[in-house]
Every structure is written in C-alpha cells, then in structure tokens.
C-alpha cells in the first residue's frame, strides 16, 4: 500500500488549503492525523468506504473530509485556518484486516 500526500503549504488565517492523498490497495476507511511541533500526534477527521465522516472538535464546521472511491483519494477541505492548524498534517489508509498504513506527512503552516 501507498499513500501519496499532497497539498500543504503556508497560508494566513482565515484562509483554505485543500490536502488530497491518493492511495493504492484495498480500503475500509482513510484519514487525517496531525502532529504539531512538541505535541502528540492528533486525530483530525476520517471518512469510512461507507462515506461515515468523524471530526476532532477542533475542527468542526471548518474542515471537511471527502472521498473519490474510483480514485482511492481522500481530501481534506480546511477553511477559516488558525494558526494553532499549524502541524504535519498526515494521511492514513486501514484496510479491510484493520491494519493502518501511513503516508508521509505535509506540513501546513498557519501565519497569523
């Protein structure tokens, strides 16, 4: 399984980023987790082969996770961005046996 990230970069607050990861193999859901500097890292939305979304609280109403099942490619639609959004934003992938497969991480840089 791979799993191709793209998307990150620096934005100022208040502003979107759109992250898309393209994935290969069989798939039960994918995700974003993500890791700030000195932190652990976090859930910040998953999206199961049934379209069932789940958000960290911080981040709902601004980010919104979809999917392109043909594509095998998830996004992550984050608007109205903080600067506590600064992370290494990464994908993961679990499969239909539950084994989770991550991409490499893209950073996203908040300014305020």
């Known amino acids: 399984v791979q799993l191709q990230a793209s998307g990150g970069g620096l934005v100022q607050a208040g502003g979107p980023l759109r992250l898309s990861c393209a994935g290969s193999?069989?798939?039960?859901?994918m995700g974003w987790y993500r890791q700030a500097p000195g932190k652990q890292r976090e859930l910040v939305a998953t999206?199961?082969?049934?379209?069932?979304?789940n958000y960290a609280d911080s981040v709902k109403g601004r980010f919104t996770i979809s999917r392109d099942t043909l594509k095998n490619t998830v996004y992550l639609q984050m608007n109205s961005l903080k600067p506590e959004d600064t992370a290494v934003y990464y994908c993961?992938?679990?499969?239909?046996?539950?084994?989770?497969?991550w991409g490499k991480g893209t950073l996203v840089t908040v300014s305020s």
């Open positions: 193999g069989s798939t039960f859901s």
């Open positions: 993961k992938l679990r499969d239909w046996g539950g084994v989770d497969y």
């Open positions: 999206i199961s082969s049934g379209g069932t979304t």
